[in-house]
């Protein structure tokens, strides 16, 4: 088992008996690159995700199966807590993310719990990022969708973890948001952070991932290098997935 | 902080006085400071679950309190009622001026995790009102119609959201870092 990068390893895992959401899952997230992840309604992509930072098996309890490693190190070895450092997670539904008073406390939180130095620096360069600078003092129950989801972003730039989940971040953006939520990314992909990403639109996908998985029915029938996994549109469709549209 | 010990003040006076035109004036002026003051709950809304226990206060008190003559025992039950009509209306008031953010600042002094507590509580009662209204508004717009048989089509679907809120709420703390 190489050290760098997220290992998943034979990982099965179903909330109640005979209700799998994921059957022997096997890959290898390389460190630096850009993973999208996608499938079907109820493929267990959002599953998947919570296998990276180890609130599966540790905070969701159910019937699980096989390993999962972040950096050589088991998740069930140690708390999510000491995973937080390296794996920052963004989920679906920012409303359901934000409860503090300002945006300044909601990036504080977590910088506090991880027992980080150079709050207020690393809050305004996160906030910098995400291009909410002048949102630090603003309450998040008062801003628009989009731009609670880059909160939820900068929350977890700001612990400047190595690897960025992110579970379907566009769902309830528009795509002019989408577009630059994308380029937020990329951007820190270049930079080095190693980006998971679960999204449907895999026009964006064909664009900036590197390497994709394609979920079915909680098995992995597709993965690879992103342009050699788009190429199989016979596999695509099987497994329920929108055939990409090369952009111009 | 100001504003709450002035709530808190406010209604331990209104609990102890006994003048009922007095109590009938507060409540018009309160009645009056609501229309001025956007609220965030229509006042309307409120009256109308307090009418009937107002109304149940004042039967109350004509059957008991023997002793006393009818007008007596009914200007009793008037106070009592009137007493919860401005109560509740001031609590409404102080919703309507005081923002979710200054409630918990006032909080300021507690420990740590008592205040993250405190902060999710007073996040969800306005998130499970809106979450309410929504449901209620969707099962309307399928024809439910108001009564006790509707209130299922309600509140099951609204416990879910709220779980489900709950449930990822929990998830986002620990995958921040909150040790217990």
């Given amino acids: 088992m190489s050290k760098k990068g997220i290992d998943i390893d034979s990982v099965s895992f179903s909330y109640r008996k005979g209700e799998q959401q994921l059957a022997g899952i096997t890959t290898k997230i390389s460190q630096g690159s850009f993973c999208g992840v996608t499938g079907k309604n109820g493929s267990g992509k959002s599953t998947f995700t919570l296998l990276l930072n180890g609130l599966i098996p540790q905070q969701i309890k159910g019937d699980f199966k096989g390993d999962a490693y972040v950096d050589g190190i088991n998740t069930r070895s140690k708390p999510v807590a000491h995973f937080a450092r390296s794996v920052g997670m963004v989920f679906q539904n920012p409303d359901f993310m934000l409860f503090n008073l300002t945006v300044k406390e909601e990036l504080e939180f977590g910088l506090h719990n991880l027992h980080l130095d150079k709050i207020n620096k690393r809050i305004s360069n996160a906030l910098e990022m995400v291009g909410m600078a002048k949102y630090e003092k603003s309450d998040p129950q008062t801003l628009s969708l989009g731009q609670k989801q880059k909160i939820c972003l900068a929350c977890v730039l700001a612990q400047d973890p190595e690897y960025i989940v992110l579970d379907e971040p566009t769902a309830m953006l528009d795509y002019t948001s989408s577009l630059h939520l994308y380029k937020i990314l990329h951007q820190l992909n270049k930079k080095g952070k190693t980006i998971i990403i679960v999204e449907h639109d895999t026009d964006f996908l064909l664009q900036y991932a590197s390497h994709m998985i394609i979920l079915a029915a909680g098995k992995i029938s597709l993965q690879g290098k992103a342009q050699a996994v788009f190429s199989k549109t016979l596999l695509l469709r099987q497994s329920g997935v929108k055939i990409p549209r090369p952009t111009v | ?180």
């Fill in chain 2, 1 to 180: 902080m100001k504003k709450l010990i002035s709530l808190i003040i406010f209604s331990f006076v209104i609990l102890n006085l006994k003048d009922s035109f007095l109590l009938s004036a507060i409540f018009l002026l309160l009645l009056a400071a609501l229309k001025i003051v956007p609220s965030q709950r229509p006042v309307g809304k409120r009256l109308k679950i307090l009418l009937p226990a107002g109304f149940f206060i004042i039967l109350l008190q004509l059957f008991f309190h023997q002793s006393h003559d009818m007008m007596t025992r009914f200007m009793f039950g008037y106070t009592v009622f009137i007493r919860l009509l401005i109560v509740s209306l001031s609590v409404l008031f102080f919703m309507s001026v005081t923002s979710a953010s200054e409630i918990i600042a006032a909080f300021a002094f507690l420990p740590k995790k008592i205040q993250l507590a405190l902060t999710m509580t007073f996040y969800f009662i306005p998130t499970i009102l809106e979450e309410s209204d929504k449901i209620s508004m969707i099962q309307k717009s399928r024809g439910l119609r108001s009564g006790l048989s509707s209130i299922s089509s309600v509140v099951i679907p609204l416990l879910h959201r709220v779980f489900q809120r709950a449930e990822t709420l929990s998830l986002t703390i620990v995958s921040r870092g909150y040790e217990e």
